[in-house]
């Protein structure tokens, strides 16, 4: 694997390029000639396929755009190029287990294939979702004494005794440390104290990073993200978390928020630049494993179809030609105490777990607001493990998938949204339990998926 010395220097010497340029020229244009070269197409109707030779030419372009364009640095605006033989070393060097956590807590995530025996592993938490600090802690508590959820993560911290975190400011410092604080406190309340985290979500520059790699914050065991900016860039800041992880430890994981109906244009497109994305976080992020979280350019959530069929299409090139630990994100566009919601929840769910990932989530109402709870994690949780343990086909998941999109789709024609209610109005928030009308809903809901087949 390349020193990372050569990354840097390769952003500091590599071909000038504007970044508009990049974006147009590179990007886009690439994009558009790949997916015509390839002859690539989405179908609404098989958000999850099972088309091997489809799978093999998304997995080539994708391939293909990694070693033609390599990634640019927004900071020095240059091209850091990346070759073949580099790209090559980066699939083959990508690690296939990382443990987490410690003690009874520790989980093992692995590269999944498709139809794997073993289940995936869950991850807890609304990551990114802004969360009042007066309720952080029970919210996070919420998510972390759900028995299916094997790891935890959380929202942002977004302001410290009732002032305004502000980027790169000093006092992201302190929000990103009160952030792992309560994180750590909460793993203690549950009684999952070395449970594995994906946390320093309050850290929007590389400060909160650097501030949170101590033992008492951010262990060795947890992970951070370390982000490819929109479409494969990085930054200085985003270069510091990655070498921040070097010697400490920590493990990295990739984020690229490829966003679907951008640069890249349609589902199709999308999928090539988020191989390509991986496949340079492998270099560029130092990545232990990779977020699988396309947006879309609209609606955000990850549960409208072309998104699924992104997330399906993508997490399914690397199970077939490049097994990688993957992590799909859920960002309903829904929020707590809303059936929505929970049927969002569920067609992700079954999208990601037979398209070979491992689940996070829910980034509920967007990510945009503190409307999120831990009971839809558990929905999740128990969905996927049901797909699972039922040795689904690809076939009989996207039926699922398709029965479901009826029942929440309306949501993504609203003019607001659907955001549903905050942490604190659907959770008592002392015995940090669910109110009585949102556990109802969620257990008719689980009704419905019982009576279309799904053994939960």
């Known amino acids: 694997m390349l020193n990372y010395l050569d990354i840097l220097d390769r952003a500091n010497n590599g071909p000038y390029m504007a970044e508009e340029n990049w974006d147009l020229e590179k990007v886009a244009m690439t994009t558009r000639r790949l997916v015509k070269k390839y002859k690539l197409e989405w179908n609404k109707n098989e958000l999850i396929t099972d088309d091997p030779l489809l799978s093999e030419a998304i997995f080539n372009a994708g391939y293909e755009m990694a070693v033609e364009l390599g990634a640019y640095s927004r900071s020095t605006e240059r091209i850091i190029e990346i070759s073949q033989d580099e790209i090559d070393t980066g699939i083959r060097t990508m690690p296939q287990e990382v443990i987490m956590?410690?003690?009874?807590?520790?989980?093992?995530?692995?590269?999944?294939?498709?139809?794997?025996?073993?289940?995936?592993?869950?991850?807890?938490?609304?990551?990114?979702?802004?969360?009042?600090?007066?309720?952080?802690?029970?919210?996070?508590?919420?998510?972390?004494?759900?028995?299916?959820?094997?790891?935890?993560?959380?929202?942002?911290?977004?302001?410290?005794?009732?002032?305004?975190?502000?980027?790169?400011?000093?006092?992201?410092?302190?929000?990103?440390?009160?952030?792992?604080?309560?994180?750590?406190?909460?793993?203690?309340?549950?009684?999952?104290?070395?449970?594995?985290?994906?946390?320093?979500?309050?850290?929007?520059?590389?400060?909160?990073?650097?501030?949170?790699?101590?033992?008492?914050?951010?262990?060795?065991?947890?992970?951070?993200?370390?982000?490819?900016?929109?479409?494969?860039?990085?930054?200085?800041?985003?270069?510091?978390?990655?070498?921040?992880?070097?010697?400490?430890?920590?493990?990295?994981?990739?984020?690229?928020?490829?966003?679907?109906?951008?640069?890249?244009?349609?589902?199709?497109?999308?999928?090539?630049?988020?191989?390509?994305?991986?496949?340079?976080?492998?270099?560029?992020?130092?990545?232990?494993?990779?977020?699988?979280?396309?947006?879309?350019?609209?609606n955000i959530a990850t549960s409208t179809p072309e998104v699924l069929w992104v997330i399906n299409a993508t997490a399914q090139a690397f199970a077939r030609h490049a097994p990688s630990i993957i992590v799909a994100d859920i960002y309903p566009k829904s929020g707590a105490g809303t059936k929505e919601l929970l049927y969002e929840t569920a067609a992700n769910a079954i999208v990601n777990a037979m398209s070979g990932s491992h689940l996070e989530g829910c980034g509920a109402a967007d990510g945009n607001q503190p409307n999120c709870s831990g009971l839809e994690a558990r929905l999740m949780a128990e969905v996927a493990l049901a797909s699972h343990k039922m040795k689904m086909s690809l076939k009989e998941a996207n039926d699922f998938v398709l029965q479901l999109l009826p029942k929440y789709e309306h949501v993504f024609t609203l003019e607001n949204g659907n955001p549903g209610k905050p942490f604190d109005e659907v959770y008592d928030i002392q015995r940090i339990e669910p109110l009585d009308f949102w556990q109802k809903m969620y257990e008719e809901v689980k009704t419905e998926l019982k009576e279309m087949g799904l053994k939960l």
């Open 101 to 298: 956590g410690e003690g009874k807590d520790v989980r093992t995530l692995y590269a999944r294939h498709l139809h794997d025996e073993r289940a995936p592993l869950f991850f807890g938490g609304s990551p990114g979702t802004p969360i009042p600090e007066r309720f952080f802690l029970q919210n996070v508590i919420s998510y972390m004494q759900e028995p299916l959820i094997d790891l935890a993560t959380c929202g942002t911290i977004v302001e410290v005794d009732g002032r305004e975190v502000r980027t790169g400011n000093p006092i992201e410092i302190v929000s990103t440390r009160r952030e792992l604080q309560y994180m750590r406190q909460g793993l203690k309340r549950a009684g999952r104290a070395g449970m594995g985290m994906l946390a320093a979500q309050s850290s929007v520059s590389e400060l909160g990073d650097l501030a949170a790699a101590h033992p008492d914050y951010l262990r060795s065991c947890d992970s951070h993200l370390v982000p490819v900016l929109n479409e494969l860039k990085m930054d200085h800041r985003n270069i510091s978390r990655a070498v921040n992880s070097l010697e400490y430890g920590m493990v990295n994981a990739s984020l690229p928020c490829v966003i679907v109906g951008g640069l890249g244009g349609g589902p199709a497109g999308s999928a090539v630049v988020n191989v390509a994305s991986y496949l340079i976080a492998n270099i560029t992020c130092l990545a232990d494993y990779h977020i699988l979280h396309p947006i879309h350019v609209r």
